[in-house]
């Protein structure tokens, strides 16, 4: 897709060949289940205090993803390289770097402030959630930002509905799962 002439139809038909393969890219369900793997396991985590299980088992989870869609979409769909889409693609990037240094701030504040104490379970859930938003918009799959508010959700209900942060999680964690099933069958 490199040699496209810009200006023009062409350069909007390219555009929108480029956004239907980004969708075409997300529609297996493994990213769904991934995600919703990766939830799950926070939320079991927490019911089994073995919180600092979660971020390599989200990495070997993504590892996973990436080599399933290797062996089993890209044998059937092929493989395009898509070119750089330029300033939203950098701007996604610098968002996502930014909400990571953000989530990172916050848990090695948690102790610290009492404010980040109080309401760190609505806080952290709007860090994640942000980050899949982000990454929902890269990649144009519309079905994440459901599983961004059902994350954020998650930190809300333990805070101010008296539900414990376990249950909670593990719940938005099934659904998610749940849908990426439904999206991969």
Excluded: N
Aim: net charge positive.
């Amino acid at each position: 897709m490199t040699g496209v002439v810009q200006g023009g139809d062409s350069d909007l038909d390219t555009k929108r060949l480029e956004r239907r393969m980004m969708l075409y890219y997300t529609q297996d369900g493994l990213w769904d289940l991934g995600l919703g793997a990766c939830v799950l396991a926070w939320g079991l985590a927490v019911w089994m205090d073995l919180t600092a299980l979660v971020g390599g088992f989200c990495g070997v989870t993504v590892l996973l993803v990436w080599t399933a869609k290797r062996r089993v979409t890209y044998p059937r769909t092929g493989y395009a390289k898509m070119r750089r889409s330029g300033f939203t693609r950098d701007i996604a990037v610098a968002l996502l770097g930014i909400v990571v240094l953000i989530a990172v701030i916050f848990m090695s504040l948690r102790e610290a402030g009492t404010f980040l104490r109080e309401y760190f379970p609505v806080l952290f859930g709007g860090v994640i959630a942000s980050v899949i938003i982000v990454v929902s918009s890269w990649f144009a799959a519309r079905r994440f930002y459901g599983y961004a508010v059902l994350i954020f959700l998650a930190g809300v209900l333990h805070q101010w509905g008296d539900l414990g942060l376990a249950p909670v999680v593990t719940a938005a964690g099934g659904i998610v799962l749940v849908c990426g099933l439904i999206v991969l069958i």
